[in-house]
Each structure stands twice: as structure tokens, then as C-alpha cells.
């Protein structure tokens, strides 16, 4: 079975370097990486560090499937004033260049809060940063893959669907998210578009992104869910020293393990 993992499983722990990482995967039987790092930061790739980060997956004989955009608190999809609009869009076109460049057709977004006051305002300024981003998405073959990623977003999800086609709002499934927030259900019907996903387990108390099996998710339903993508399953998951006091490779052993024993090969 093919599998994909995420560049940041050991950013927060061990933090090795980017040859290393990539070693370590290809080594463990990883032939594909979903690209996370710089996902909450402001750091824009210059044209040499696409190239290089290029040049390292290539070496490694590794395939970057998709890559996760980034946010932060002022630089947002829903940014209500224009330095942080123009932030994030500069941001959000770096990353969408960045994707086609290491061969990836997603780039992931986290949508606006659906609890959070004015929604009505922030749908609208997001979907005016959408707007403004899909000429690229359309040059260079990029889709926006949306992330459920706050309790009631599929309703924000739908709401961008709606307004967009396929070929630039597309849909990231993130497991654990739903687990947290019991829309795993309201999430199926997103299966048409679903482009990128994050698999990842919790126990339904804290965003742990732990190996599938560890927590609660029902992945009976997930395995149906991403039955037929034409990706291979991307496990979104990250060393954390509370959960996993081994190596980074014995972690990579077990995670790739407790995804052949939980997940269904398409």
C-alpha cells in the first residue's frame, strides 16, 4: 500500500533537518510527502528555495503530493484589514507557486471559523481572496483544498463549493478534526471533491495527530469516505513525546503500521 506523510512529523520534537527528513521517509517505506512546514508562519519561498527543496525531494526519489498553505493570526482568509488581506493573498500565491514547482495539484486552506461573530462579512472577504487567487490556480493547475478544521465548517465548506468549481475549491479531510467535532457524517458528502487528506487519530479531547488506531476515529467510515482517491492516504501525523518516547524511526515503524492495519489499500 502507498502512503504519504506529512514533512513536519518531527519538527516539534527532533527537529531534524530537511536531507534527514527526507531520508528517513523514503528509508521507512514512504514514497510521498504532503509538504507542512511553514504552515503558521509568514515565510515566503524565494525562487531558490523552491529549487532546492525541488533538488531534495527529487534526490530522494520522493513525489510532494500537495502542500499546505499558511495562515496566522493577522495574516488570514478573512482578514478584515487590507494589510493582513494582502499578507495572507501574497502568502496563499507563494504557496500555490511553491505547490506546482515540487509537482504538487493542492494547496490547503483552513476556512473562517464558523463561530466566530460577523460570518456573514468573513464569508464574503474570503471568498473575494479566493477570487483573487483562482487565476493562478487555473494557469498552473492548483486547487484550494478546504480543511474541516472547526466544530459547524462543513456548512462553511458547502458555502465555498457553491460558489466555486471543482477545478478551484477542492476538499482536505483531516480525521482527527472531525473526530473532535462529530461532523465526520456532514463531511461525506464532500467525497466528490476530495483531493487531499489528513490522516490522523485523537481520543476526541485533544488534537493529538497521532498514528490511525491510537484514538477513536471510526475509520470503517473513513476508509469509505476515501475509498477511490487517487492519492495515496496521506497521514497527517506528529511525534509528540507524551505519546512516543522512541526514535524517530522507530516512530516511523509504527506509524506506517498502525496505517496498513487501519486502512484499506484502493
Known sequence: MELSVTTDMFNYTYKPRMEEKFRLFKDHGF????????????????????????????D?????????????????????????????????????EFCSKVGGDAVVVHPPRYHEPLLEDRLSRAEATVA??????????????????????HDVLLWFMERFPEEIVSFCLDTGHANLHGNLDELKGFRDRLTVTHINDNRGDDDSHQPPGWGTVDWETVNRLID?????????????????????????EETRTAALNHLNAS
Open 132 to 153: 483573487e487567487v483562482a487565476p493562478l490556480c487555473g494557469v498552473l493547475g492548483v486547487t484550494l483544498a478546504f480543511e474541516n478544521c472547526y466544530r459547524g465548517d
Open 60 to 96: 530522494r526519489g520522493l513525489t510532494c503530493l500537495d502542500v499546505h498553505g499558511t495562515a496566522t493570526q493577522t495574516a488570514r482568509i478573512d482578514a478584515d484589514d487590507q494589510a493582513g488581506h494582502s499578507a495572507y493573498v501574497k502568502l496563499l500565491k507563494n504557496r500555490i
Open 228 to 252: 477511490g482517491i487517487r492519492k495515496p492516504p496521506n497521514l497527517e501525523v506528529t511525534h509528540n513525546h507524551t505519546y512516543f518516547r522512541g526514535s524517530m524511526e522507530e516512530f516511523l
Open 31 to 58: 514514497d510521498y510527502v504532503h509538504w507542512c512546514d511553514d504552515w503558521d508562519n509568514e515565510r515566503l519561498y524565494s525562487r531558490e528555495d523552491m529549487n532546492l527543496y525541488r533538488w531534495l525531494l527529487d
